[in-house]
Structure formats: C-alpha cells, structure tokens
Nanobody, 121 residues
C-alpha cells in the first residue's frame, strides 16, 4: 500500500514561484510518480511526471519551461518547482503513483489528498 501526502501549496501573485512536495510511504521505486491538477468546474489534468528507473520527465505543454519536476528515490519524494505562475495555474494539485495505462491519464493506483495553489492577478 502506498500513501502520498502533498505539501507546499498556498497563495502567490502572478509571476511568483511555489514548490510543491509529495512524500510517499511504501514501495514506489518501480512506479511512475506524477502531478495532476484540477481547477473548479474542470476535469483533472496532467501536469508533469517522472518515470521510474531513470525513464525521463514529461510535462504538459501548458507548463513546459515554467515547471520542473524532480524525484528523490532516497527520500521517496517527488517535487514540483513552479515558476512564472499564472492565474490559470490556480487549482488543487495532486500527487499520483502507479503504472498508468497512459502517462497523462488519471489511471494511477494511488493519489494524495491534494494541495491548493492560488495565483492572484
């Protein structure tokens, strides 16, 4: 069983930065770890992912060049550095772990409870 706990959300002005962290308990070294987000009234969408075993990092087009995802196998964590934030980045951000059918689909086995990110204009 895997448990995921996100932290680091908050309120920031447009153009600012935030760093989200997700602490995992349990075996995740052979899972993909990812970040998703969900804005009010919208579907949950893929943000970024790190495949297991050095399989690379992947980003949604909307965050490329602004967000950086990183994974620490020793600490069993995944982080998301978010720079140049925009009001449209406002959402609840979720950490996910698993072996999804597609990297960008919400078919992960394990999910965190989410952390709110609000970007003011």
């Amino acid at each position: 069983q895997v448990q995921l706990v996100e932290s680091g959300g908050g309120l920031v002005q447009a153009g600012g930065s935030l760093r989200l962290s997700c602490a995992a308990s349990g075996r995740t070294f052979d899972y993909t770890l990812s970040w998703f987000r969900q804005a009010p009234g919208k579907e949950r969408e893929f943000v970024a992912a790190v495949r297991n075993s050095g399989g690379g990092s992947y980003y949604a087009d909307s965050v490329k060049g602004r967000f950086t995802v990183s994974r620490d196998y020793a600490k069993n964590t995944i982080s998301l550095q978010m720079n140049s934030l925009k009001p449209e980045d406002t959402a609840v951000y979720y950490c996910a772990a698993g072996r999804p059918i597609m990297l960008t689909s919400a078919t992960y086995a394990y999910w965190g409870q989410g952390t709110q990110v609000t970007v003011s204009s």
